[in-house]
């Protein structure tokens, strides 16, 4: 039980966060259309029912892919709670160039330090582990379904993401995007 608390308050605090620094961004110069926005947020409130979801009896969403027992629970807990902290720090690092939507922004940075060495795009890669450490701890397919079409979301905005980032920062983010994965380090 203490594991499953331990997954709702780290996405509580990621939401907190979230809240609390959207706030202090800097102007919007630019952004994507609501038909944009929608094409990835749709799909990521689909994936997010699923692992949300109390009870989904629908055979075979609702058979479990791991055993019910405490390690994945445990397993999950920690995932989760690394994601979180992995998102966080790289918000906090983007500071007034964050927008919950694709935007450019006045006097819009490239950022390339701390996680954005690791992955250029950090907080999907967070939210991704966490939302992977939260579908290990429900152990239902409708979890990895949920996963599955958040990433599918997440990678949508991605695309659009790049394709503006390219444009406003030419060569230089070309280079940073040949040397630096997408979202999973050494791969993607």
Not at 116 to 122: L, S, T
């Amino acid at each position: 039980m203490i594991y499953g608390w331990l997954i709702l308050a780290s996405w509580l605090v990621l939401i907190a966060v979230w809240f609390a620094m959207a706030r202090r961004v800097k102007t919007v110069a630019e952004h994507e259309s609501a038909f944009s926005t929608l094409s990835h947020y749709g799909p990521l409130a689909v994936g997010i029912y699923l692992l949300a979801a109390p009870r989904l009896p629908l055979f075979p969403l609702d058979v479990r892919f791991v055993p019910l027992a405490l390690w994945p629970v445990q397993l999950g807990a920690a995932l989760t709670v690394a994601g979180v902290a992995f998102a966080i720090w790289a918000r906090a690092l983007l500071a007034g160039n964050w927008s919950s939507s694709v935007t450019l922004k006045r006097d819009h940075e490239l950022i390339v330090e701390g996680p954005y060495r690791i992955v250029r795009h950090p907080i999907y890669t967070g939210i991704l582990i966490a939302l992977i450490g939260t579908a290990l701890a429900v152990g239902e397919w409708r979890a990895v379904l949920g996963v599955a079409i958040a990433a599918g979301a997440y990678w949508r905005k991605l695309r659009i993401e790049e394709s503006v980032m390219r444009r406003q920062f030419g060569a230089a983010y070309a280079e940073y995007a040949a040397r630096v994965p997408a979202l999973v380090p050494f791969v993607i």
